[in-house]
T-cell receptor
Framework: EAGVVQSPRYKIIEKKQPVAFWCNPISGHNTLYWYLQNLGQGPELLIRYENEEAVDDSQLPKDRFSAERLKGVDSTLKIQPAELGDSAVYLC????????????FGEGSRLTVL | SQQGEEDPQALSIQEGENATMNCSYKTSINNLQWYRQNSGRGLVHLILIRSNEREKHSGRLRVTLDTSKKSSSLLITASRAADTASYFCATDAWDDKIIFGKGTRLHILP
């Protein structure tokens, strides 16, 4: 069974440019998470989806960040415009059962903003 | 925001020794999980312990949970070079919001 797939793995952009990250969760997983991880830190939740509904986006900086999961399967996280401080790893995770709580993570998308 | 806080921040031990990492958290939880992250990779789930459990084992891993002290520990016995990684605790505070700590960086010396 394929794991969580993220792309691109690496992205380098100039500040003020837009960028988008894509995530395809494990088949059948209804819950999808986007986390941000700065160097040497733990993942910080940006947004959580249950199917196509964003049930927790309280930590998403909505002035420049947006996310969608239109058909309740794959998801896109966008930043526009990017700032220097957005350089980080963006992790996607999915889970099938919020009772067990186990998250399955993708390899992450590393963003460098110059 | 981060609920859990691991201690120590970094740990270096000789191969074959046991490694112990601690996690403290602030609010009541439904369960607590431990994850491992190898450099440049995603996180991998290791073990989950529920709020009504005190100890759990999985292979060379032993996790304890003390809800009165709001703390957990992860013990890795007979460490191997492949155990070199960062280890994170993650808490689920009954709202399905899984929050991670800052992690412990474990280095196993040959």
């Amino acid at each position: 069974e394929a794991g969580v797939v993220q792309s691109p793995r690496y992205k380098i952009i100039e500040k003020k440019q837009p960028v988008a990250f894509w995530c395809n969760p494990i088949s059948g997983h209804n819950t999808l998470y986007w986390y941000l991880q700065n160097l040497g830190q733990g993942p910080e939740l940006l947004i959580r989806y249950e199917n196509e509904e964003a049930v927790d986006d309280s930590q998403l900086p909505k002035d420049r960040f947006s996310a969608e999961r239109l058909k309740g399967v794959d998801s896109t996280l966008k930043i526009q415009p990017a700032e220097l401080g957005d350089s980080a790893v963006y992790l996607c995770a999915s889970s099938s059962d919020t009772l067990t709580g186990e998250l399955f993570f993708g390899e992450g998308s590393r963003l460098t903003v110059l | 925001s981060q609920q859990g806080e691991e201690d120590p921040q970094a740990l270096s031990i000789q191969e074959g020794e046991n490694a112990t990492m601690n996690c403290s958290y602030k609010t009541s939880i439904n369960n607590l999980q431990w994850y491992r992250q190898n450099s440049g990779r995603g996180l991998v789930h290791l073990i989950l312990i529920r709020s009504n459990e005190r100890e759990k084992h999985s292979g060379r891993l032993r996790v304890t949970l003390d809800t009165s002290k709001k703390s957990s520990s992860l013990l890795i016995t007979a460490s191997r070079a492949a155990d070199t990684a960062s280890y994170f605790c993650a808490t689920d505070a009954w709202d399905d919001k899984i929050i991670f700590g800052k992690g412990t960086r474990l280095h196993i010396l040959p």
